[in-house]
C-alpha cells in the first residue's frame, strides 16, 4: 500500500472567503443551506460536497451562481469524498463558523480563510483524502506595540469587535 501527496492550489474570488470541512451525509448540502440563508439571510454564498459512496457526485447549492460555480470547481480539484466547500461574499466566516461547526453531519473544518490556500491531498488506491491546508504565509517576526495598535484598529473597523 502506499500514498501520494498532491498540493492543491485554491482559487478564492475577489472579496470572498473559503470555508473547507468534512461532514458525513448526503443532507450535508441542505442542512449547510440552511445556516447560510438564516444566519445572515444577506450573505452571499455557495455551497459544494463531495460525495462519498453511491453515486459519488459533487453535491451543490447556493444563492450565488459565481461562487457555487467556484465551489463546484474547488470541491472537484480537491476530491476527497465527505469534503465540503462554502465560499461566502458580504460576511466573514466568524459569522457563521459555529453554525456550521453545530451542523450534525460536520466532522471538522480545516479552515476559514481569505489568503492563499493550498490543500494537501493524500491519494491512495481507494481515492482522495484531505491531510491538512497551507492558509496564508509564514510568521515573519512578532508583534510589536505598533503592530498590536494596527490590529485594534482594524478589528474596531471591521466589526466593532472591541471599544
Request: hydrophobic share 40%; net charge neutral; proline share 4%.
Amino acid at each position: 500500500m502506499s500514498i501520494q501527496l498532491e498540493v492543491v492550489d485554491v482559487a478564492i474570488p475577489e472579496n470572498a472567503n473559503i470555508i473547507l470541512g468534512h461532514s458525513h451525509f448526503i443532507k450535508t448540502v441542505e442542512d449547510l443551506y440552511e445556516v447560510m440563508v438564516t444566519t445572515n439571510p444577506n450573505l452571499k454564498f455557495g455551497i459544494a460536497f463531495n460525495e462519498a459512496s453511491g453515486p459519488c457526485l459533487i453535491r451543490h447549492e447556493g444563492n450565488d451562481e459565481e461562487l457555487v460555480n467556484q465551489a463546484i470547481e474547488t470541491a472537484k480539484k480537491i476530491g476527497a469524498g465527505h469534503t465540503f466547500v462554502i465560499y461566502i461574499r458580504g460576511g466573514y466566516p466568524i459569522n457563521i463558523l459555529n453554525q456550521i461547526k453545530n451542523v450534525q453531519e460536520v466532522c471538522r473544518i480545516y479552515t476559514a480563510t481569505a489568503n492563499p490556500l493550498q490543500v494537501i491531498v493524500g491519494i491512495t488506491s481507494q481515492g482522495r483524502a484531505v491531510l491538512g491546508v497551507v492558509d496564508g504565509y509564514s510568521p515573519k517576526g512578532v508583534e510589536g506595540d505598533e503592530d498590536k495598535r494596527k490590529r485594534h484598529a482594524f478589528l474596531r473597523e471591521i466589526t466593532k469587535y472591541k471599544k
